[in-house]
């Protein structure tokens, strides 16, 4: 449960976690979303959302960035580990909070990384259309140009790939291979799996969501024909290895 003193306007500074220690706190919080240890994690949220909460309160000017980028990412993993739990009503929420607090962490693939978590949660709600709108508009935004970053590839691709998610849910297979295929470029431009503003993208993240995407359309055949594709030095943890998109 989440603290009420923000509702009654007695948050104190004093309570705050300095950002390192926040971030510290956030980066094991991931590693254990990613070894599926949800259990674990679900004891480990409710502190954190309070002190992520606290230290957005408390940050200054100069740490005002940082702390929002934290708490986003406290967010999302709220998000994901609720939608786990078969919650994604309240993942929604999570979700729609991490968004809020994205755009003050003045990072654009922090708010893209937001929106692609947002857009998995809609899928799990069964809002396809909408969905495929988040992925696919966010990824227009976020294409990239010029010299962009193997991050900006990556969080770029992995929205490409939602989207392809979101169109074969839909039965718009042929859709759903152009957008595999814009994904496939983006993957060729990182080259190996990486995991960038905490979403997993490259060749085996490629493979896992083809595959989802054939099976969704009915396509068995290519399922399994694409997935004899995955690399056998996958780096994919065990949370994206799993046929929940994401």
Excluded: K
């Amino acid at each position: 449960m989440s603290s009420v003193d923000d509702v009654l306007g007695e948050l104190d500074d004093a309570d705050a976690p300095n950002l390192g220690e926040l971030a510290h706190a956030v980066a094991h919080a991931w590693g254990t979303y990613r070894a599926c240890r949800y259990a674990s994690l679900a004891a480990l949220l409710p502190r954190l959302l309070a002190d992520a909460q606290a230290a957005v309160h408390a940050a200054t000017a100069a740490e005002a960035g940082r702390a929002a980028d934290l708490a986003t990412q406290v967010h999302q993993i709220t998000a994901r580990t609720l939608v786990r739990f078969g919650e994604a009503d309240l993942g929604h929420v999570a979700a729609r909070e991490a968004l809020r607090l994205a755009a003050g962490a003045l990072d654009p693939l922090r708010l893209a990384s937001a929106r692609d978590c947002f857009g998995h949660v809609l899928i799990v709600q069964g809002r396809y259309a909408d969905a495929e709108r988040v992925h696919v508009s966010t990824a227009q935004q976020l294409e990239p140009t010029g010299q962009a970053s193997a991050a900006h590839w990556s969080v770029y691709g992995v929205l490409l790939l939602g989207g392809a998610s979101s169109v074969a849910r839909q039965g718009r297979s042929g859709v759903a291979s152009d957008l595999l295929a814009e994904g496939a470029t983006a993957a060729r431009q990182t080259g190996i799996d990486r995991t960038d503003y905490d979403v997993h993208f490259g060749p085996s993240y490629l493979v896992s969501q083809s595959t989802d995407c054939a099976v969704v359309t009915g396509d068995y055949v290519a399922a399994a024909e694409v997935a004899r594709r995955m690399p056998r030095d996958s780096a994919l943890p065990p949370a994206a290895r799993s046929r929940y998109p994401g």
